[in-house]
């Protein structure tokens, strides 16, 4: 049975970094959404093209570390139908391809009918404020209150987006089969339970 | 270190079973909202009393099974003050005693400053609906629309009495630190990687 996990996430929450370290312990290819923007931007939906790369040759080709995008979020009203219809689309492939951990772009309301387990990533401010300026990339010098006010935009976003598919909002738990609090700890200690956890909820012993 | 755990739940999600059944899994005592409110009827606030008595004995002198408590929940607005402060006492002296799981009366609030792990439990109403149906008592033969009124009105009464003690609202995923939804799951099939979780977050490793 495939196990298609989708993590949302607050930024600064370590939602990012949970999805990889959980699809590294999963052994499972993971897929966040700069790769998937990537593609659409680069490539737009090509099947074939989706369907033989693997997330070590995208990686490659876009090396990327686990922790934040700081370059701005681009403003979701301006993001174009075709562009957002394309990233549904190699959202939609990636599952289809099998499991997988998909991070952000509302990839579990796109892949409701998949019937993929849902995780949201949330932690208090004072954690996300502290992991945001310790990952902050050299050059950037925003103070803390320009710091707060870029998170908060990049969550308004995120909701906004999440607005386009779907009434249930962004980070209603009710929306979500497991909701993490990650403030005060290293999300790589949480990652063996939690890895558990996911594996024993895809095993035939609903109710 | 001593592990003190709260579960808040919503009623019909089977909370009271996972608090249970995670307290064996870890060993340690289980405190439910029954087992506090009976002491605090019977007995009053009894230091002595509350620190000699065990789980194990409550257990044997007022049988609890598994499941949920069909009588009606008082309406909290009627709770007196007294056997509400008398609560929150026998609350403090159970976590004070070493590490406990304590289900529902607020615990979560009442012993913040001991640091506890706050879990919310909750299902979609298909799930509730259907765990009640199968644990409901002999003799009461309560409708659908009748059981989901009562459902409301007593996840109503938990969320009035737990705006006696704070802000934060009962269910807002901010006040826990992990949000489980059981929904379509059996829960003593997520026990055991959700006591790991458990004994990880206790665990010194925080950032």
Redesign the interface.
Known sequence: MNKIITVSREFGSGGRELGKRLADALEIPCYDHEIIEMIADHHGFDKNYVAHISEKDIRAAYPLTIGHRFTPAPLVINMSVQVAVTQQKIIKQFANQGSCVIVGRCADVILCEMHPMNL?V?A?QP?KL??CAQRMPEGENLSPSELLRKMRQIDKDRAAYRGLFTDISW?Q??G??????T????I???I???A??V???F?K???
Do not use: A, M
Not at 176 to 181: A, D, G
Not at 183 to 186: C, K, N, P, V
């Open positions: 949201f949330y208090d954690s502290s992991r980070g738990k009710e979500y089969h497991l909701c993490i609090n403030s005060g700890h290293e790589k200690s949480l063996p339970p939690l558990e956890y594996s024993q909820w095993t012993n609903t109710v």
